[in-house]
């Protein structure tokens, strides 16, 4: 993994100065639990500080990435840093016991040893009490680091004898940046923004040929809904059910079309409002003024009910059926 300094400064710059101030100070501990959402470079910030601290000649803050110690871990053979991930749902006694006993070797590589547990929210009971010894009695110099999305979900155990940091939601408008740098427009890059805060997977959604056909089934069928419901029963028959056949294709769009309202909501109340759909800003503020928020409310209730059902397993073209119908409800719009 290559590590952008600048982009975790831009990013995470109070946890790069809480994790460089432990380093400055020799203050190292033995556990720490990273927290952070999907996209708030996390796993990055996870790498940059252990190369920082496995490094035979860190400059300052810097890791050299010429030592054997960072050549090692950059190639995935540095025999002090061990990774543990979930093997379906949970994280399994067996991977907590492949874990102690490689840790319990006696390494060619002298210093500092650590074990990074991915998605520790996925460790069980079993799984945690194994650890839980070791965690408070290592062996040599060792240093855990937990990495999760929830840390109550981490058993408190574990979360009791860890230091805890706490990563901020990565940003938006950061995010929008970085895509228009890399030749995404800026509606495209403000509605990816919406759907993930990680740049590599917007990326490849920028440049997926499904995703933009989404996108544009979706704008369709608002504009269908503004008319009628005849008119957006048959966008539903005819090109949202073909496009949408599994679960994860339907949530999405479900969400992209919640988006969509909460854009109408949004300039309605200001009309230099930041929107999902920048390129829909004129049909967007047309729709603002038909619509009242008492029936922007009704829609955005019903996409959300939609999405909850969607959970229950409801058959797809009923559901689609009723939401069109619960869209037109009050005459949201005329």
Known sequence: MQVDLTMLEQTQPYVLKQLQTIFDHQKVGHAYIFEGTRGSLVEEMMFYFTELLLCEHPNGHVPCETCRSCVRLHSGNHLNFHEVFPEGQ???????????????????????????????????????????????????????????????????????????????PASKKLLVKQLQEHQVTYSSASTLSMITANLDEALHLSNDDAFAHARKTVLKLVEAVSKNVHESLLVVHEEWLPAFKEKEQMELALDLLLFAIRDIVAIKANPEAELTYPDQKQLWSMLALRSSYQHLSVQLEAVLRARQQLQSNMNRTLLMEQLMLNLQEGKSFV
């Open 90 to 168: 949970f994280i399994k006694v067996d991977a907590i016991e492949r874990l102690l006993d490689e840790l319990s070797k006696k390494g060619v590589e002298e210093g500092r040893k650590i074990y990074v547990i991915h998605d520790a929210e996925r460790l069980n009971v079993k799984s945690a009490n194994k650890l839980l010894k070791y965690l408070e009695e290592p062996d040599g110099t060792v240093t855990a680091i937990f990495l999760t999305n929830n840390i109550n979900a981490i058993i408190p155990t574990i979360r009791s004898r860890c230091q805890q940091i706490k990563f901020q």
